[in-house]
């Protein structure tokens, strides 16, 4: 296994706002699994398994007691964004480009794959990229178009709602690109990723009314011309943890929940995503390029889900 140390060097090239915490002085990003074509979309799960995307076409298991990845499901229909229901059910945003599906499932625990949503208002998605689930179990996800040559049906990039019953709402559409989504903890604010390679890049804030609507958004933080939010997660603290930015920038940049910018983690390969997992919660888990990194840091991480471990 390699190790990347989070230098001082590194920091100073996209210099965090204040020293955080959160991150200890002495952390160490560690290599776990680096044999991907493009990694993506980590869940913590069943098991105490890291869930995450390989983009080539399958859905990953990395477990952490034997340090040994393996298959969940092949193919995975282009999966990308994963996220656990209440029930600890796999939810995957499955995208587009060869194999893809466009849509979003739900895996059930004897293995059986459900459609949630694959169209609105009969017309096909454009690529279901990141999804979020509050705790009433409705599903937001994002629908940008970044790859795939299949015709596009829907003339817009939204953010959409899934609710228990299987209504589908479009929720946001006041976005260029959507990427990230992502719950606050108290599951009051929706954070958006606007990631548009080619417009804005920022970090959004919606506040979510008790209906699962939401209100008027605010922009939290603006990268300019580097590269946007791709993935998020957050602690228990509300704090973002948001995979942005490449080379020097690259890495995963955290983010007060007022949008003020606390701690950054560089990574060798351009980043993704990221997740929290272990026992404690405080093991930060990043895909990033063709690999599956680890990182433990001072804060606890936050998900409607947890997996029971001994």
């Not at 791709?230 to 973002?240: P, S, T, Y």
């Amino acid at each position: 296994m390699t190790v990347f140390m989070l230098v001082a060097a590194l920091l100073a090239a996209q210099p965090a706002e204040t020293n955080a915490p959160l991150i200890p002085p002495d952390a160490k990003l560690e290599k776990v699994w680096g044999a991907g074509e493009f990694t993506e979309g980590p869940a913590y799960g069943p098991g105490g398994l890291v869930y995450f995307s390989d983009i080539g076409d399958r859905v990953m298991q990395f477990d952490p007691a034997t340090g040994k990845t393996t298959e969940y499901r092949n193919p995975g229909g282009r999966a990308n964004g994963l996220d656990f229901d209440p029930d600890g059910r796999l939810v995957a945003a499955e995208g587009a480009n060869t194999g893809g599906n466009r849509r979003v499932t739900r895996t059930e625990k004897d293995g059986k794959v459900v459609v949630l949503a694959d169209r609105w208002k009969g017309k096909r998605f454009n690529s279901p990229n990141d999804v979020t689930i509050d705790t009433k179990g409705r599903v937001y996800f994002s629908d940008p178009r970044y790859v795939g040559d299949e015709p596009r049906e829907l003339d817009s990039e939204d953010v959409y709602r899934i609710d228990p019953d299987g209504t589908l709402t479009r929720l946001i559409t006041d976005v260029e690109k959507p990427n990230g989504v992502i719950l606050s903890p108290d599951m009051k604010t929706l954070y958006v990723a606007e990631a548009n390679p080619k417009g804005k890049q920022q970090l959004l804030a919606y506040p979510v009314k008790e209906d699962g609507s939401v209100g008027d958004k605010k922009v939290l933080y603006d990268f300019g011309k580097i590269r946007g939010i791709d993935g998020m997660v957050v602690d228990a603290k509300g704090n973002i943890f948001a995979a942005a930015g490449d080379g020097k920038t690259g890495g995963v940049h955290v983010f007060s929940p007022e949008g003020k910018r606390i701690g950054f983690i560089p990574t060798p390969e351009t980043p993704t995503n990221c997740v929290f997992g272990g026992k404690d919660r405080k093991t930060l888990y990043v895909t990033a390029g063709k690999s599956l990194y680890r990182v433990r840091l001072n804060t606890e991480g936050f998900a409607v889900y947890w997996p029971k471990e001994d």
